[in-house]
């Protein structure tokens, strides 16, 4: 059992307009059950007392029925209604949330996280406030600006993943700060907020799946695992 209790807020927000398919890309079928079961289930598998927030657009509420029902036990699971923004949905799925919680804001569709990841995640959070997975940029770089281009050194440049994980009691007052575009995941909230934000070591295959070529990558590297 858990001393610290822990959340996992899972945003997911897709239409699936890039995927070409009118089902949202949260319920597509990925070896035989929906993108979020796959999600839920890291998280279970990697901290079994976790607890799990769903956050979906509410014309979506219904459709969890199909994860809840591809789980094969009961768990307890807070559906929230999510908001204009990805800011706005989170913060919709931190209502409820503890003080003295660890948070772990996730996208829906990265189901491939490993319980490395997790466990890596929520242990740096504890012992410096924040752990935000992050890989290498392996192509080359450039910055485009008014006059042309220019290289970065990709060397100094990481590419952020998810799940963003904090202290709640850093988290949650960032995230009443009033919206501003620059907000495009938690790290950069927490840091307008004054924080220091830590990396933690990512992983390549923790890809998000918005397109159909995502989805053939994500079913190929799930392979091993199912069978």
């Known amino acids: ?79 929230v209604s999510g908001g204009e923004s990805r800011f706005h949905s989170v913060q919709n799925g931190l209502k409820d949330i503890p003080q003295d919680a660890i ?13 490395d990841l997790i466990q890596r995640c929520y242990q740096q959070a504890q012992e410096k406030g924040s752990a935000i997975p992050a890989i290498p940029a392996t192509d080359s770089l450039r910055m485009v ?24 009691s850093l988290l949650l007052p960032a995230m009443q700060q009033p919206y501003q575009a620059q907000f495009t995941d938690e790290a950069t909230v927490v840091e307008s907020f004054g924080e220091k934000i830590f990396l933690v070591e990512g992983e390549k295959n923790n890809i998000k799946i918005t397109t159909p070529e995502d989805m053939r990558i994500a079913e190929a590297l799930m392979e091993p695992i199912e069978s």
């Open 1 to 79: 059992m858990l001393v610290t209790p822990v959340y996992a807020v899972i945003v997911a927000g897709g239409q699936g307009t890039r995927m070409g398919t009118a089902v949202p890309k949260q319920f597509l079928e990925l070896h035989g059950k929906p993108i979020l079961y796959h999600t839920i289930q890291a998280f279970l598998k990697a901290i079994p007392d976790i607890h799990i927030v769903l956050v979906l657009p509410s014309h979506q509420i219904s459709w969890a029925q199909i994860v809840l029902q591809a789980l094969t036990k009961r768990i307890d699971i807070t559906l």
């Open 145 to 168: 600006h008014p006059e042309g281009s220019s290289p970065l050194d990709r060397n100094k440049v990481r590419m952020v993943q998810t799940p963003q994980t904090f202290k709640a």
């Open 103 to 115: 948070v772990m804001v996730h996208d829906g569709v990265r189901p491939l996280l490993s319980t």
